[in-house]
């Protein structure tokens, strides 16, 4: 009897390490999580790596070490959904070779980092960074609508537009 792996786990392996390697964002929900929120990330030695719930870095949704979480990966292009694949998370330690290997990837993916000298002792400090380590499960394509209410936010929207404003546009319109 083989050891190899069947050909459509390979696939799905396959499908996964190239289509979140060329995404910009992913797609996370944590096990508790109410919504999958978008997160950058580094692919690297075969799992997505993620840094925040820092001052200035995103928010992580409910990730827990030695959690599960479901990632959606989106095209680049397109914007459309790739694939949704299971996910084991994983906290890593600031004082092991593992997080010093992360962190490196990381940092040369930040875009807008303030102070990029200080970020591995910033994130070392006050930071969480984690691997999601494919599974090998990848969900089957959905069948209904994936529409969500949106996440709580401060935000507010905008006030109405003044009523005298349209004339005042148009006044200055004439007179240019």
């Known amino acids: 009897m083989s050891s190899e792996p069947p050909a459509q786990a390979?696939?799905?392996?396959?499908?996964?390490?190239?289509?979140?390697?060329?995404?910009?964002?992913i797609w996370v929900r944590g096990a508790d999580a109410p919504a999958a929120r978008p997160l950058w990330h580094v692919w690297h030695e075969g799992a997505?790596?993620?840094?925040?719930?820092?001052?200035?870095?995103?928010?992580l949704p409910a990730l827990t070490d030695g959690g599960a979480a479901e990632v959606a990966v989106r095209s680049k292009d397109?914007?459309?959904?790739l694939v949704t694949w299971r996910a084991s998370v994983h906290r890593l330690d600031p004082?092991?070779?593992?997080?010093?290997?992360?962190?490196?990837?990381?940092?040369?993916?930040?875009?807008?980092a303030p102070g990029a000298e200080e970020i591995p002792a910033r994130?070392?400090?006050d930071c969480t960074v984690l691997r999601l380590v494919p599974t090998g499960q990848v969900e089957p394509p959905p069948t209904g609508s994936l529409a969500e209410p949106p996440l709580p936010t401060p935000a507010t929207t905008r006030v109405p537009v003044p009523a005298a404003l349209p004339r005042l546009l148009a006044r200055r319109r004439k007179r240019g």
């Open 10 to 25: 390979l696939f799905d392996q396959a499908l996964i390490e190239e289509a979140t390697k060329k995404s910009g964002l």
């Open 123 to 125: 994130w070392a400090r």
């Open 78 to 81: 397109k914007g459309g959904r």
């Open 95 to 112: 004082a092991s070779p593992e997080w010093q290997a992360a962190v490196a990837e990381l940092k040369g993916k930040r875009l807008n």
């Open 48 to 59: 997505a790596l993620l840094v925040g719930d820092g001052p200035g870095e995103q928010p």
